[in-house]
């Protein structure tokens, strides 16, 4: 590995990390989980695509990342990049200095589950690799270039301008990764218009217009938009105070009930939140299965729909994600609710694609329709990459001056 970024992305109990240089092949990851508990670990891949698993009891973040970092010593990281779901006002990716912190922190009670993590795991490698750079790459930055038009809720003014009141987006690295991919293999790298799905426990789309963002499902938080694994996505807003008058429930018991026990789970009747547990379920007869499964295409095809209409042309789609890579029946399913836009899916090719594959599964007419796996620690890396390059010309430039 001549050149490599650690890529961080801290939750309340686990750490995602990948070591990611030029050759996707030699990229080495895993996960820390369980963390602060007897049965924490990590588990990964390591050189070669030999599995590791090594039991931490009780190991916190620091101690879980000190453990990391003296497994991965020998390839010498650059930089280190942090995956931060909610980045406020901050359009782009930036190196880690006590401002941008600030400004991280600030941001929390626009995503307070997701937010303190990244925190604990920004102060404990700030702490642990002081001469290494570091940079925030945020979920929310990619969608920045909306339109006022397109992030603005119908709210009263003061919301919005006091409280930050407003929709962000967020899965933006792989919306962004997948675009840009996306569009290359087309032969129009960042022009043009694609919708692009990112499907798997979470959920959303995005309209891109020549490389930039121009609406998104997700909104002020992650629950906005389609169905997915647990989430419900859209739903009235009176459901709140439908629930609170009715069942005596809470706001906490509401949000749990939205975010944790909703979307695929909730209209299964508990079954699963996973996709392929319910696509086998419905096989067999199961009518809440079958049920969930058609939700969430028809949600999804509809979303799809309302997005074109950012667009002054549409030029193809692009599937992602665990379930948008790898079920060639969701992906026929949501067609079949588009007929309106010309897409020809072409069945051989759609049942074709196996594991990681990328490909073209339309027949050659009308708008085209692509899977590609999406791969946001690379897109980490990359702007990590270039933000400590922009910091080290700068720098140059101070000195020069």
Avoid at 43 to 70: C, F, M, N, Q, R
Avoid at 75 to 86: F, M, S, T
Avoid at 213 to 228: A, C, F, K, N, Y
Wanted: glycine letters at 10%; aromatic letters at 6%.
């Amino acid at each position: 590995m001549s050149t490599s970024v650690l890529v961080i992305n801290c939750g309340s109990s686990s750490i995602k990390y990948a070591l990611v240089s030029e050759r996707r092949e030699d990229r080495i990851y895993g996960l820390a989980e369980n963390l602060g508990g007897a049965d924490a670990r990590i588990k990964g891949i390591t050189v070669g695509g030999e599995p590791l698993e090594l039991s931490i009891p009780y190991a916190d973040h620091e101690k879980a990342l000190e453990t990391l970092l003296a497994r991965l010593a020998n390839y010498k990281p650059q930089a280190i990049g942090h995956r931060v779901v909610h980045g406020g006002s901050l359009t782009k990716a930036e190196l880690l200095t006590p401002e941008i912190i600030d400004r991280i922190r600030a941001a929390t009670p626009l995503a307070p589950l997701h937010n303190p993590a990244h925190l604990i795991g920004i102060d404990a490698t700030m702490r642990l690799f002081p001469e290494l750079p570091q940079v925030a790459v945020f979920d929310t930055a990619f969608h920045q270039t909306m339109p006022a038009h397109a992030y603005r809720y119908a709210v009263p003014k003061f919301l919005f301008t006091e409280h930050n009141v407003r929709r962000y987006g967020f899965h933006g690295t792989s919306h962004a990764y997948v675009s840009e991919r996306g569009s290359q293999l087309a032969g129009q790298v960042k022009r043009g218009g694609w919708l692009t799905a990112h499907l798997g426990n979470g959920s959303s789309t995005c309209a891109i217009w020549n490389g930039e963002s121009q609406d998104t499902s997700m909104g002020m938080t992650p629950l906005e938009g389609v169905v997915m694994g647990t989430r419900s996505g859209d739903i009235d807003p009176s459901l709140h105070s439908f629930l609170a008058s009715n069942l005596g429930w809470d706001i906490a018991k509401i949000d749990t009930m939205l975010n944790k026990e909703s979307g695929l789970l909730g209209l299964s009747d508990q079954l699963s939140n996973d996709m392929r547990t319910l696509i086998e379920a419905a096989d067999t007869g199961h009518e809440d299965a079958q049920l969930a499964i058609e939700v969430f295409c028809y949600r999804l095809a509809k979303s799809l729909a309302a997005l074109s209409c950012a667009l002054p042309r549409l030029d193809g789609l692009f599937f992602t994600g665990g379930i948008g890579e790898n079920s060639a029946y969701i992906r026929e399913k949501t067609m079949a609710y588009l007929p309106h836009f010309g897409f020809a899916l072409d069945k051989t090719r759609n049942n074709g694609l196996k594991r990681g594959t990328e490909g073209r599964i339309d027949n050659g007419t009308g708008p085209q329709i692509w899977v590609i796996p999406t791969d946001e620690e690379g897109r980490i890396a990359k702007e990590t990459e270039q933000v400590v390059e922009q910091a080290k010309t700068a720098d140059v430039h101070v000195q020069m001056a």
